[in-house]
Each structure stands twice: as structure tokens, then as C-alpha cells.
């Protein structure tokens, strides 16, 4: 048994029968009378219940707090509250584990409806953008996994603070600012590793450090090269 598709499929049912027949303008019973008498797939008593949480003040005030979300989002899309990373590999293992690029999750899955139509005005020029560079990508490819060069970068922009869209939260590199003070621990850090090396394969010659660490692609300097000026010299260490 798939529980979590069981649970999808019941998350669709309940979203399907609210489209239908929710209308705040009736009672609760109005809307479980008209339903159980057009369907008979509704349960009655399960529907009551369902009928009578929308009618609660929680979730009133929980949809019109999301409603006013929607209300200010720039870019409306139609994937609710599933990921794009989620989206993405749900319609890559429908397409044999080939994944869309950005351009194409856009175009097909995230700015128009189930009939084909956009979401809105902006969606529909952003997608007629997106086309017109996948057309124009075929005498002139695009690397799709190069988020700073693919068709969706070319018309949305580059991305910032290392989120990127329609994939998902990437890894961020936060800086302080002072760079220099940065550079100059780094820097020392360099040098006590330097001498360290060689003062370690004097003592132990078959101790064979510098291919240990260039397997690990850590840069150390031969036996016997000088340290950093600013190195500290081997009998203070």
C-alpha cells in the first residue's frame, strides 16, 4: 500500500469537492445536500465534517491570509505547495529520468494551466521569451546546468543569495565583508602548514606527505624550499 499517494490522492479529492460546491452564500447542510445528491461517491457523514471545517473561523481566516498572499505575488504559478525540486523528478521519471531545464519547467509545469492558458499576462510573455531563445538554442546550444547562462537566466535574470529558481535552495557563501582580514588569516594559516611540512618529512623522510596531501589536491612545497618571510622559523615552533 502507497500511503503517500493514498494521501495525495485524498489531498486532490477534498480540493476537487471544495471547487464544486463550496459557496459561502449556503449553509453547511445546502452544500452536503447538493453534493450527496449529485454524487454518490460522497460519504455524508465524512462530508459534514469536512463541510463544517470550512465553515470554521480558522480556516476562514487561513484562506483569506493566503489569498492575500497570492494576491501579491509577482509571478503566480500553479504547483501549490509542492516543490520544484519535487516537480522536477516527478516529471523526469515520467520522461526516463531526463530532467527539464529551467526554460521548460517554466513553459510546461510551474505558468499555465491544466487547458494550456497562463497564469497571467506576464507568465505569457515570459514564456513567449523562453521560446523564442529555445528556438533560437537550436544552432546555438545552451548549457542547461549553467544557471547563469541557461535560456531562464537569458530572460528572468541572474539569480541572488544563492537561491535558484525553479530548482530550489543552493548552497550560499556569506562573507562579512573584510576580505582582507580574511585573506591574511588564510594566509598565515599558509605559512605554519609550510613549515610544519618541512620540518615533518625532515624528521620522517618516508613519511611521503606531499602525495598524501596532492591526493587530497592540497598544494605543499618540496623538501628544503623556503617558508614565507612572514613564516615562523622552525626552532620557535
Request: one cysteine or more; a positive charge; charged letters at 25%.
Given at each position: ?11 486532490t ?35 459534514k465534517e ?67 492558458s497562463?497564469?497571467?499576462d506576464?507568465a ?22 549553467d ?12 539569480e ?24 591574511h588569516?588564510?594566509h ?50
Amino acid at each position: 500500500m502507497d500511503i503517500p499517494k493514498h494521501g495525495e490522492k485524498w489531498r486532490t479529492w477534498k480540493g476537487l469537492l471544495k471547487s464544486r460546491g463550496y459557496d459561502p452564500s449556503l449553509t453547511s447542510d445546502k452544500i452536503v445536500t447538493q453534493h450527496t445528491n449529485n454524487d454518490d461517491r460522497v460519504n455524508p457523514t465524512q462530508f459534514k465534517e469536512l463541510v463544517t471545517h470550512w465553515f470554521t473561523l480558522k480556516f476562514q481566516t487561513t484562506c483569506a491570509a493566503k489569498r492575500l498572499s497570492r494576491s501579491k505575488m509577482k509571478e503566480p504559478h500553479v504547483t501549490g505547495t509542492k516543490s520544484f525540486a519535487r516537480l522536477a523528478h516527478e516529471v523526469a521519471m515520467k520522461n526516463d529520468g531526463v530532467y527539464l531545464t529551467r526554460g521548460e519547467m517554466c513553459i510546461i509545469t510551474t505558468r499555465t494551466h491544466k487547458d494550456e492558458s497562463f497564469v497571467d499576462d506576464k507568465a505569457a510573455n515570459v514564456v513567449a521569451s523562453l521560446k523564442a531563445i529555445a528556438n533560437d538554442s537550436v544552432s546555438k546550444p545552451i548549457d542547461s546546468h549553467d544557471f547563469t547562462n541557461d535560456e531562464y537566466s537569458k530572460v528572468k535574470g541572474t539569480e541572488k543569495r544563492g537561491y535558484v529558481r525553479l530548482v530550489g535552495r543552493m548552497p550560499a557563501i556569506k562573507s562579512n565583508g573584510d576580505s582582507s582580514t580574511n585573506s591574511h588569516t588564510i594566509h598565515e594559516l599558509q605559512s605554519v602548514v609550510n613549515v610544519m611540512m618541512n620540518i615533518i618529512q625532515e624528521r620522517i623522510p618516508d613519511a611521503n606527505l606531499p602525495i598524501v596531501l596532492s591526493n587530497m589536491n592540497i598544494q605543499v612545497p618540496r623538501v628544503g624550499s623556503s617558508a614565507p618571510s612572514n613564516s615562523l622559523p622552525s626552532k620557535e615552533l
